[in-house]
């Protein structure tokens, strides 16, 4: 890398993007990297996309997008110098750190944290949470597959990853930041709003947990080289945007999907499938084989399950009967204490885990699907494959709704 810190001219970057460019034009699928045993968690550069010339990617992109990505890349080049200095700081106990820290922004991180707030009887900082993120997926997945621009270019980074995975996505905006930012956000307006209060010196010790853990995600980034400034801007943007978007949104949304009755409420179930569907459909298709889609495909499912399981639970026998809440799980410690608390969580985890491992078979034995090496974002909106994936995941938000009626059953429920 040199023995600058800054160097003074950008030339040797641009070399390296033009080498760069040139080595990606010849590049293999995605699909044969992956068979490579000799891959390290360092050789992701291997992988990576969105380093072609800019001629190849205007050709394909619409003409806004191909603007777009044509004023953003001079500022990727710019942000080498600052991250080739970040390279300097490594350490081994450093690289532990920022390495398993990444996983607290992951998706199996925040499906694991998913049913917490819902079992716990928190029904609105649940919807918000789970909108906030899976909509933070969704939208970052979109401008990345749109926009198609690169992650930091390694070589000269050393990228450090525990997720061939991630390192095959292109890297703008950040969705380790969106998530973050957004979930932080949302955290903070919600102790605003008082709704949530963990008393004084609980608000104070979230507060401090939440710097720690936006400043452990974003400046992991950074470190680990898998996103730059611009990167982490946008998705700080995007994070605060989807924040502002629900609260502003949630009570005209929550009266379709929780309290409406009559005609809407017979409606109501095709609105939200047609919605949630719609997003896949326009989900673009990127230039590259980029595994944004199937993520985004698994969080739309999330938040279709979600919106189904609360409108099947508010317009049921078993809804609350706390009209503010009707599809709340409810809790109170002072009923349960600490042996039925672990037995609720773990007899809902129980259910999801059963969901999760038993649907995706039945539904692959009622229509079997052909297996084809074709990368997910290249898949008809309609295939069976992409739908079978929406229930499934749509099933384990209405599992954690409807573990309400498994808690009855057990005598593990509350008297609301």
């Known amino acids: 890398m040199g023995s600058q810190v800054f160097p003074s001219s950008f030339k040797q970057y641009d070399v390296e993007f033009a080498s760069v460019n040139e080595g990606f034009t ?13 891959l390290t968690l360092t050789d992701t550069h291997l992988e990576d996309v969105g380093h072609r010339q800019h001629q190849y990617y205007a050709s394909k992109l619409p003409w806004v997008a191909a603007k777009i990505r044509s004023l953003l890349l001079p500022l ?4 080498l110098p600052l991250l080739t200095w970040i390279q300097k700081l490594h350490t081994p106990l450093l690289n532990f750190y920022f390495l398993h820290t990444a996983n607290l922004g992951s998706h199996t991180f925040y499906v694991i944290m998913l049913p917490i707030p819902a079992w716990f009887g928190y029904q609105d900082f649940l919807r918000d949470f789970i909108f906030t993120f899976g909509m933070g997926i969704v939208l970052t997945g979109w401008i990345k597959d749109s926009l198609c621009l690169p992650r930091p270019i390694s070589p000269p980074l050393k990228r450090l990853t525990l997720s061939h995975y991630t390192a095959r996505e292109y ?10 930012t957004g979930v932080c956000f949302l955290l903070s307006a919600h102790l ?25 995600l974003v400046i992991g980034r950074m470190y680990c080289g898998m996103h730059g400034l611009v990167d982490i801007g946008a998705g700080a943007i995007i994070g605060i945007s989807v924040v502002l978007f629900r609260l502003a949104a949630a009570n005209f949304w929550d009266h379709i999907v929780i309290f409406s009755n009559g005609v809407l409420a017979v409606l109501a179930p095709f ?3 047609a919605f949630h569907y719609t997003l896949i459909i326009l989900h673009p298709v990127p230039v590259e ?17 979600l919106d189904l399981g609360h409108y099947l639970l508010a317009h049921s026998p078993w809804k609350n009967s706390d009209s503010l809440m009707p599809a709340v799980v409810p809790y109170d410690y002072s009923q349960l204490g600490i042996l039925k608390t672990i037995a609720r969580v773990i007899l ?28 997910y974002a290249y898949k008809n909106r309609w ?4 739908a079978v994936k929406t229930i499934v995941y749509a099933g384990i938000s209405i599992c954690v709704v409807g573990a309400k009626i498994l808690f009855q059953v057990f005598g593990l429920g509350v008297d609301a």
């Open 26 to 38: 010849r590049i293999r699928s995605l699909s044969e990297i992956s068979n490579k045993e000799t």
């Open 76 to 79: 990727l080049k710019l942000e």
């Open 171 to 180: 890297g703008c905006p950040s969705s380790h930041t969106a998530n973050a």
């Open 192 to 216: 605003y709003m008082g709704t949530l209060n963990f008393g004084d010196n609980g608000n104070k010790y979230l507060i401090l947990g939440m710097i720690w853990y936006w400043l452990s």
């Open 271 to 273: 609105i939200i499938i």
């Open 289 to 305: 084989e980029c595994p944004c889609f199937e993520d985004s495909v698994a969080f739309i499912g999330v938040l279709l399950g």
């Open 348 to 375: 809902g985890v129980a259910s999801v885990a059963i969901w999760k491992t038993a649907s995706k078979k039945i539904l692959l034995k009622i229509k079997p699907i052909e297996i084809h090496e074709e990368c």
């Open 383 to 386: 295939s069976w494959e992409i």
